[in-house]
């Protein structure tokens, strides 16, 4: 994680959206997820610059009970995105990458009477 934290020095939330279709790809997702994700993987402070293609567990040493018990229920609430139904979900059970959990996000329904909110935790 230092090695990719120093050769990713003074990226930006910018450099993580170009590598989506930001067009077509919600940007409350995009933003959700890379701010929770930056901030967890941060340093004293210093958010972590993330990519699309970044593994959760091979690159980022995130496990899965971290990843769907903690992590996953804060990004898709702040994204205004329900987890209910998630078998539905064309992604389900092929979340492997930072890119995966965006188009998770896409496809599951809107939380339409939630606020989005990009200060910090919503919970």
């Not at 959760?56 to 899965?64: C, M, P, R």
């Not at 990004?75 to 205004?80: D, F, P, S, T």
Request: proline share 5%; aromatic share 10%.
């Amino acid at each position: 994680m230092h090695l990719l934290r120093s050769e990713r020095s003074g990226e930006r939330i910018c450099d993580f959206v170009r590598d989506f279709d930001f067009r077509n790809t919600d940007t409350w997702v995009l933003r959700s997820v890379y701010d929770e994700l930056s901030k967890y993987l941060g340093h004293k402070g210093d958010p972590f610059p993330i990519h699309a293609d970044d593994r959760w567990i091979e690159d980022l040493d995130i496990d899965e009970e971290d990843m769907f018990c903690d992590l996953l229920p804060d990004i898709a609430y702040r994204a205004r995105r329900s987890l209910d139904d998630t078998e539905g979900n064309p992604y389900c059970g092929r979340v492997i990458t930072i890119r995966d959990m965006v188009h998770f996000l896409q496809n599951q329904p809107k939380l339409e009477d939630v606020e989005p909110s990009y200060a910090g935790s919503v919970r």
